[in-house]
């Protein structure tokens, strides 16, 4: 069978625990460029779907610090709060392509893998809920 994210471009981080906390995600700007064109301040918004094929929005900001450069935020509480992220967990966000007559802004499928230890071994698994 073959694996239709294949080839795709993706970002994706493992969540600190004051992303997990404050329920936002941070990304360098240097991770999701290929993604979005900065403009500092600017709110965007990104329609997700999830592994059980729930969609969502998620709405982004642009910043600019001096001491840390470029940045992007991500906010999705009820994300969060629905999925019972924890700190560690990978967050791995897939483009989609975009079909004619759809809305500008980005697409992605969003998958959360999360670490178990099974047998003395550590595992990554895909998170369905």
Known sequence: MKNQEQGRQSFSKHLTQNEV????????????APFFEFQEGRLFFMDVTDSLGKAWTFIGTFYANPDVGKYVS??????????GLKANDEVIFIERSRREGETPWKKFNVVIKRKI???????????KV
Do not use: A, C, H, N
Not at 21 to 32: G, Q
Not at 117 to 127: N, Y
């Open 74 to 83: 991500i906010k999705w509480p009820q994300f969060s709060s629905e999925k």
């Open 21 to 32: 906390k404050d329920r936002i995600i941070f990304f360098s700007y240097t991770d999701v």
């Open 117 to 127: 230890r099974l047998f003395g071994q550590d595992i990554w698994g895909e998170l």
